[in-house]
């Protein structure tokens, strides 16, 4: 069973968990910018959470569908039809052979995940599926899709005759009841000058962002110890400062070492909402406690299997373990 990718969309990677445990040798961690909108598509197809999805921006692609299977479009608000009925996010669909999936624009956010049963099949390379676009491995030939490229899926035990949208769905804020919130930071080893320098003002999203990190202008940070700084280990989520005073916040494929102060954290229950900032947007920071970050991130966690549990039981499976 396979999928042709008639047309590639802006940038449509496959991803799936992260790589861990090859940091020293200068491998990032990658994998979906917003693991939890990507779970819960799997969920909804029946995968393991983790499953290797696409990753879509801004503008998805056009895929046909060699034989019957199952899919799931979750995250951002994109225009999509299957073979011209208009097929809406967070809920699953039944295509028959032949179908053709038309993902156009993103309404609202910057990216989603399409999960298909079983899901994208492609070599693990030092343990996941995902693409690192940088380094130019994983995924397809460690790139995005081209049109043309076949990708291959686990064959569709069940027999589909015509599409089938599923008349439920996942209501997104319940993952993030306030999407436009603040961002919130944990402190960094380097302070700025004044302390909350970056909590005071909004920023705005710099058209250079990308899959590495997000670059924000606005009102220049200065730093408390202005020396010449040696290059650290750094993780997604870091915000780092470089000399012009603008901040970058690290997602997913950021580098493991920099030489550029470290001024915060951005901790992982809103990293999410990260993934889904666009150039232009602007995006606000607030202090954190390392406490009211931990509690974050199990409230999120909690939810996640709450809508697991909710997935479950309407498809009717045990619902898979979080680090399947």
């Known amino acids: 069973m396979s999928i042709e990718v008639l047309a590639p969309g802006l940038l449509t990677t496959v991803q799936g968990r992260g790589r861990e445990g090859f ?16 779970a819960i598509a799997n969920l909804l197809v029946g995968n393991a959470v983790s499953a ?29 039809d299957i073979d011209g009925e208009t097929f809406p996010g967070w809920r699953r669909a039944d295509l028959p052979g032949g179908s053709v999936l038309r993902i156009g624009g993103c309404r609202q956010g910057a990216r989603a995940w399409l999960a298909v049963s ?37 064959p569709f035990a069940e027999t589909v005759e015509r599409v089938r949208i599923a008349p439920w769905w996942i209501d997104p804020l319940a993952l993030d009841p306030d999407p ?16 909350d320098g970056l909590f005071a003002n909004a920023w705005t999203i710099a058209p250079a962002s990308d899959r ?8 220049p940070l200065a730093l408390r110890d202005a020396r010449e700084y040696v290059s650290e ?14 901040p970058i916040v690290l997602l997913a494929d950021a580098q493991t070492h920099g030489g550029y102060p470290r001024i915060g954290h951005a901790i992982r ?14 995006i606000r920071f607030a202090p954190c406690t390392p406490a009211e970050a931990l509690a974050a991130s199990r409230e999120r966690a909690h939810t996640l299997a709450r809508i697991a549990l909710a997935v479950a039981g309407r498809i009717g499976v045990a619902p898979p373990s979080a680090s399947a």
């Open 52 to 80: 290797a999805t696409l990753e879509i921006a801004l503008a998805g692609p056009t895929l046909r569908f060699e034989r019957a299977t199952r899919i799931a479009l979750c995250g951002a608000n994109f225009d999509a």
């Open 23 to 38: 940091r020293h040798l200068g491998v990032g961690f990658g994998g979906a910018l917003d693991p939890d909108a990507q």
């Open 118 to 154: 079983g899901g994208i099949r492609v070599a693990d390379i030092l343990g996941s599926a995902s693409t690192d676009l940088r380094g130019g491995f994983g995924g397809v030939e460690g790139r995005a899709l081209r049109a043309g490229d076949r990708l291959h899926v686990e």
């Open 180 to 195: 436009s919130s603040s961002i919130r930071v944990l402190p960094g080893s380097d302070a700025t000058d004044p302390a």
């Open 233 to 246: 280990p750094i993780v997604p989520g870091t915000l780092q400062l470089p000399p012009g005073g603008q």
């Open 269 to 282: 229950a809103d990293r999410g909402r990260l993934a889904q900032l666009r150039a232009g947007d602007a």
């Open 212 to 219: 590495q990190g997000l670059r924000l202008t606005g009102t």
